[in-house]
């Protein structure tokens, strides 16, 4: 029987002087990690990008679902070389399996109650469904909600809560209860960093792109209740489950209403609207970047600018867009020879618009040789 902590969690038989960290050490090793980790998952998913543009043209669901496995081998990688224990210990097993389906249950009830009664009614009500970029046809449809119920969830709780919460664990010890409730204090602290993934950001420069409130308050409840739910089954059962199905119903309920709604589908796209005079774009060559606001955040800006980096946002920039015919603005730039992958959003210097907090990102090819 393996030894257990205050906590009641099993203690890890950590490798070498992993083992003597404290409270502080340990907050920030999984500070890095979660730094670290989605960023060297996005590196290789955009190297991996180009042999996935054959299924998926639009680059609707390739890309950010092989970030996402990415990201699940790479989060076993770090609990390998931490800790030499079974991924058991980690949560990657069937503890209290009834326990957490029947808070799966509970949550996935008030889930989709929640989102129809506070999100998707008001969206029809005052016609604001958002519109995709890209075709609502089978495959992107299926794809895309294949990867929200499928991988998003697979891909984040054990690095958020598996990882995260077992190594905080053995330090950040104290409990918070509210009823028959416990939150560990390691829970709080991997949801705020769960927050803090959630905001969008540059290295270079260093400038956040995105940050939304009402994200923000969902991630905090979330996180909230995905930390619970593991410390009370010790599982991530529960956790997987809850954030696949949070992500994906509320884009099949959106997808159903655009379908239940075909005059608000034709209005327009609440997004800009992106156009290339070269699809894709090509290596070293000149490229006319056209963007039309329509009903999006900057569709009363005075002024737009393109902020744009290569490959997972190396060497971002932001360079000032002209006016054009019919409300559009145009930018000519040379692309980088290096580039396999444009990444790019738009601002008026204090609004964003970044496709759903999501950016564009566009795979480049090279010039056919004459």
């Given at each position: 029987m393996s030894?257990l902590s205050?906590t009641?969690?099993?203690?890890?038989?950590e490798?070498?002087?992993?083992?003597?960290?404290?409270?502080?050490?340990?907050?920030?090793?999984?500070?890095?990690?979660?730094?670290?980790?989605?960023q060297?998952?996005?590196?290789l998913?955009s190297c991996?990008?180009?042999?996935?543009?054959?299924i998926?043209p639009?680059?609707t669901?390739?890309?950010i679902?092989?970030?996402?496995?990415n990201?699940?081998?790479?989060?076993?990688?770090v609990?390998?070389?931490?800790?030499?224990?079974?991924?058991?210990?980690w949560g990657?097993n069937l503890?209290?399996?009834?326990?957490?389906?029947?808070w799966?249950?509970w949550?996935a009830f008030y889930?989709?109650?929640?989102?129809l009664?506070?999100?998707i009614?008001?969206?029809?009500?005052?016609h604001?469904l958002?519109?995709p970029d890209?075709p609502?046809?089978?495959?992107n449809?299926?794809g895309?909600l294949?990867?929200?119920y499928?991988?998003s969830?697979?891909?984040?709780?054990?690095?958020?809560?598996g990882?995260?919460m077992?190594?905080?664990l053995?330090?950040?010890?104290?409990?918070?209860k509210?009823g028959?409730?416990?939150?560990?204090?390691?829970?709080?602290?991997?949801?705020l960093?769960f927050?803090?993934?959630?905001v969008?950001?540059?290295?270079?420069?260093l400038?956040?792109t995105?940050?939304s409130?009402?994200?923000?308050?969902f991630?905090l409840a979330f996180?909230?209740f995905d930390?619970a739910?593991?410390?009370r089954t010790r599982?991530?059962l529960c956790p997987?489950?809850?954030h696949?199905?949070?992500?994906g119903i509320?884009w099949?309920?959106?997808y159903l209403?655009?379908?239940?709604?075909?005059?608000?589908?034709?209005?327009?796209?609440?997004f800009g609207e992106?156009?290339f005079d070269?699809?894709?774009p090509?290596?070293g060559?000149?490229?006319?970047v056209t963007?039309?606001a329509?009903?999006?955040?900057?569709?009363?800006?005075?002024?737009?600018s393109?902020?744009?980096g290569?490959?997972m946002?190396?060497?971002?920039r932001t360079?000032?867009?002209?006016a054009?015919?019919?409300?559009?603005w145009?930018l000519t730039?040379?692309v980088p020879?290096n580039?396999e992958q444009?990444?790019f959003?738009?601002t008026?210097?204090?609004r964003?618009d970044n496709n759903r907090?999501?950016?564009?990102?566009?795979?480049?090819?090279?010039p056919?040789?004459?």
């Amino acid at each position: 029987m393996s030894e257990l902590s205050q906590t009641g969690f099993p203690l890890l038989q950590e490798r070498f002087f992993l083992r003597h960290l404290g409270k502080g050490s340990r907050l920030l090793a999984v500070f890095l990690a979660v730094l670290g980790v989605p960023q060297l998952a996005g590196r290789l998913a955009s190297c991996l990008s180009p042999f996935f543009s054959s299924i998926d043209p639009e680059n609707t669901f390739a890309w950010i679902s092989t970030h996402h496995v990415n990201q699940f081998l790479l989060t076993l990688g770090v609990m390998w070389l931490w800790s030499s224990a079974s991924l058991k210990s980690w949560g990657f097993n069937l503890n209290a399996a009834k326990v957490s389906l029947q808070w799966f249950g509970w949550f996935a009830f008030y889930c989709t109650l929640g989102t129809l009664l506070f999100q998707i009614a008001p969206m029809v009500l005052f016609h604001h469904l958002p519109q995709p970029d890209f075709p609502l046809n089978v495959r992107n449809v299926t794809g895309y909600l294949g990867f929200q119920y499928l991988l998003s969830g697979t891909g984040e709780e054990p690095l958020f809560r598996g990882l995260v919460m077992v190594i905080l664990l053995k330090s950040w010890t104290g409990e918070l209860k509210l009823g028959k409730i416990v939150m560990p204090v390691a829970g709080l602290w991997a949801t705020l960093l769960f927050m803090l993934a959630h905001v969008n950001y540059t290295l270079s420069p260093l400038k956040i792109t995105h940050f939304s409130w009402q994200q923000q308050l969902f991630c905090l409840a979330f996180g909230l209740f995905d930390a619970a739910a593991f410390y009370r089954t010790r599982s991530l059962l529960c956790p997987v489950l809850a954030h696949g199905f949070s992500n994906g119903i509320i884009w099949t309920l959106i997808y159903l209403a655009i379908a239940l709604n075909p005059i608000q589908s034709a209005n327009g796209s609440t997004f800009g609207e992106v156009k290339f005079d070269s699809n894709p774009p090509l290596q070293g060559e000149m490229l006319v970047v056209t963007y039309r606001a329509s009903q999006g955040p900057l569709a009363d800006a005075k002024q737009v600018s393109l902020h744009w980096g290569i490959n997972m946002w190396q060497d971002a920039r932001t360079t000032p867009m002209a006016a054009a015919d019919s409300g559009a603005w145009q930018l000519t730039l040379k692309v980088p020879s290096n580039a396999e992958q444009l990444d790019f959003a738009f601002t008026d210097g204090s609004r964003w618009d970044n496709n759903r907090t999501r950016d564009w990102h566009v795979l480049t090819r090279k010039p056919t040789t004459q």
